[in-house]
């Protein structure tokens, strides 16, 4: 049995067990959570680890377990991992346990949410461990019908209602497009299967025609856009994670909302190569809608988690033109930003939980000198803050230069305008965030208000940092496994803009600096 299958399973297994649990029992039922996602995170650092020297089939996967559910149909529950996916199961992981250890807040009806995280959980990782459409998409919906019913019934603030009411059409509508093109998919591809290596394979030899190309591509893009809220389908996001419960919007923010761009990067552009480059420059500038537009949204935002969910929408936005420079340095830069951003956006929104829980307000105008109070809790909404900048030695830094250098080779004044968001607009609303919570003098009204005082209410928060600290300092750790696989995506794709990638063996962000610098002095030089 695959490690993989452990890796979603156990939330899923603790999920059932709890059903079972008298609903007394309150410290039992989050020890089971805990336990259950501490596991699977630990058995994805295994896998991560054992990744490079692990075998690899002739699709190039890793891991793979492969057991027919209805052959009629070709739909088999099948599992595995490549350098595309094996970044987000570790990051959906780690995301999962350190949501169930800042889910302390959650007083009434404890057995139920920790069901729901657990289900949550579960598909979240099935999600990015399948390699079969049909539970690529069911894990995902698994995933996904959680999010409405705990916002509803655990949510906060007065929409809380109109959140929820407005996150499940947004996202039902996303999903079902989606699903229409996938059946399309299935049904044009002539393959009768489910599996997507036997689809690629399978569609490498069977080109899908131009036609059905052109009418798939957008239901992917737009349905699978939905979902990750390209602009101008984003306002479900802000409002839906200022309302969700800490440990909901973690999850969300941080993990499931990647599961439109892996989408978009495993099927839609291997699939349908043709369709996919006529598509790219129409996607590079609704993404600067995303970068742009909800940055300055952003930095009207008085309440802190409305700015958080807005600085979460705009960072969609570089993934976007990451995909859409369909070159390998943006590709591998889309992923590196994928991962980086589920790290942050579970920190932000942990650290906002802990403020709300501790002064009953995320509104910044009531607040402020909360750094004397909170050093450790302040240290690391700084560190939050600054690491959403794009500073160096954050992970978010590796993957935004990447994308920047990949874009420029294509859509040079959309990658001017994207930078200026990112160094500017992003700085401006991040550090006045900083100003105005932190610093200046402490509101009389929070004299109660408690660090972090012991070791496992700081675990959360120290494990996420240490993730975006790691893979900052250390981005080969992913570009490395990256690289090769999506270097084959792009040789499927065969897109003009493909030739010439620059691609090193040793592969880090000082490469790809040094690699693009070249590139772009080489082309001054040649320049009339």
């Known amino acids: 049995m695959s490690i993989l299958t452990y890796i979603l399973g156990w939330p899923l297994l603790a999920a059932l067990a709890l059903a079972f649990v008298p609903r007394d029992l309150r410290v039992?039922?989050?020890?089971?959570?805990?336990?259950?996602?501490?596991?699977?995170?630990?058995?994805?650092?295994?896998?991560?680890?054992?990744?490079?020297?692990?075998?690899?089939?002739?699709?190039?996967?890793?891991?793979?377990?492969?057991?027919?559910?209805?052959?009629?149909?070709?739909?088999?529950?099948?599992?595995?991992?490549?350098?595309?996916?094996?970044?987000?199961?570790?990051?959906?992981?780690?995301?999962?346990?350190?949501?169930?250890c800042c889910s302390w807040e959650i007083k009434d009806r404890e057995k139920e949410f920790y069901i729901l995280l657990l289900i949550m959980t579960g598909g979240i990782l099935g999600a990015f461990a399948s390699l079969d459409l049909f539970f690529f998409y069911a894990f995902h919906e698994l995933a996904l019908v959680p999010t409405f019913i705990m916002i509803g019934v655990w949510g906060r603030g007065e929409r809380r209602n109109f959140a929820t009411f407005q996150i499940t059409l947004y996202l039902s509508l996303g999903a079902l497009?989606?699903?229409?093109?996938?059946?399309?998919?299935?049904?044009?591809?002539?393959a009768n299967t489910f599996s997507i290596p036997d689809l690629t394979r399978h569609i490498a030899e069977h080109p899908l025609p131009p036609v059905a190309q052109k009418l798939m591509f957008p239901l992917l893009l737009f349905g699978f856009g939905i979902l990750v809220s390209l602009w101008p389908f984003h306002t479900w996001a802000p409002l839906g994670y200022g309302a969700a419960p800490t440990a909901t919007a973690m999850l969300h923010a941080g993990v499931?909302?990647?599961?439109?761009?892996?989408?978009?990067?495993?099927?839609?552009?291997?699939?349908?190569?043709?369709?996919?480059?006529?598509?790219?420059?129409?996607?590079?500038?609704?993404?600067?809608?995303?970068?742009?537009?909800?940055?300055?949204?952003?930095?009207?935002?008085?309440?802190?988690?409305?700015?958080?969910?807005?600085?979460?929408?705009?960072?969609?936005?570089?993934?976007?033109?990451?995909?859409?420079?369909?070159?390998?340095?943006?590709?591998?830069?889309?992923?590196?930003?994928?991962?980086?951003?589920?790290?942050?956006?579970?920190?932000?929104?942990?650290?906002?939980?802990?403020?709300?829980?501790?002064?009953?307000?995320?509104?910044?105008?009531?607040?402020?000198?909360?750094?004397?109070?909170?050093?450790?809790?302040?240290?690391?909404?700084?560190?939050?803050?600054?690491?959403?900048?794009?500073?160096?030695?954050?992970?978010?830094?590796?993957?935004?230069?990447t994308v920047f250098f990949g874009a420029w080779k294509v859509f040079r004044a959309v990658t001017i305008l994207a930078c200026w968001g990112a160094l500017i607009i992003g700085a401006v609303y991040m550090l006045r965030a900083v100003r105005s919570i932190l610093h200046g003098p402490l509101n009389a009204e929070w004299p109660q208000v408690a660090d972090a005082a012991n070791p496992w209410r700081k675990?959360?928060?120290?494990?996420?940092?240490?993730?975006?600290?790691?893979?900052?300092?250390?981005?080969?750790?992913?570009?490395?496994?990256?690289?090769?696989d999506a270097e084959r995506i792009i040789e499927r794709v065969d897109s003009p803009y493909g030739n010439g990638n620059v691609c090193l063996p040793g592969y880090d962000g000082a490469a790809v600096l040094t690699a693009a610098a070249l590139e772009l002095r080489v082309e001054t030089d040649h320049s009339p």
């Open 459 to 484: 675990l959360p928060f120290a494990l996420l940092l240490a993730s975006l600290l790691v893979f900052g300092f250390f981005p080969r750790l992913l570009s490395d496994k990256i690289t090769p």
């Open 28 to 100: 039992v039922m989050r020890a089971v959570a805990i336990l259950a996602t501490g596991l699977s995170a630990l058995l994805a650092l295994k896998l991560f680890l054992l990744f490079p020297g692990a075998p690899a089939d002739a699709d190039g996967y890793r891991f793979v377990q492969q057991v027919p559910w209805v052959e009629s149909l070709g739909i088999s529950y099948c599992v595995g991992v490549d350098g595309i996916n094996v970044g987000l199961v570790l990051m959906g992981a780690i995301v999962a346990f350190a949501a169930a």
């Open 256 to 401: 499931l909302k990647k599961f439109g761009l892996y989408g978009l990067i495993r099927v839609a552009l291997p699939l349908m190569p043709e369709a996919a480059e006529s598509w790219m420059s129409v996607l590079s500038w609704l993404c600067l809608g995303n970068i742009l537009w909800c940055g300055f949204v952003a930095v009207r935002q008085r309440d802190l988690n409305l700015l958080i969910g807005n600085s979460s929408v705009a960072h969609m936005g570089f993934a976007f033109l990451g995909i859409a420079s369909l070159n390998l340095i943006g590709l591998t830069g889309a992923i590196l930003v994928m991962i980086a951003h589920g790290f942050l956006a579970a920190l932000s929104f942990g650290l906002s939980g802990y403020l709300y829980q501790q002064t009953g307000t995320l509104d910044m105008n009531q607040l402020g000198g909360l750094l004397r109070r909170l050093p450790f809790i302040g240290a690391a909404l700084v560190m939050a803050m600054l690491a959403g900048c794009g500073l160096p030695g954050f992970a978010n830094f590796a993957g935004e230069v």
């Open 177 to 190: 497009i989606a699903l229409a093109g996938l059946i399309l998919l299935y049904l044009d591809s002539g």
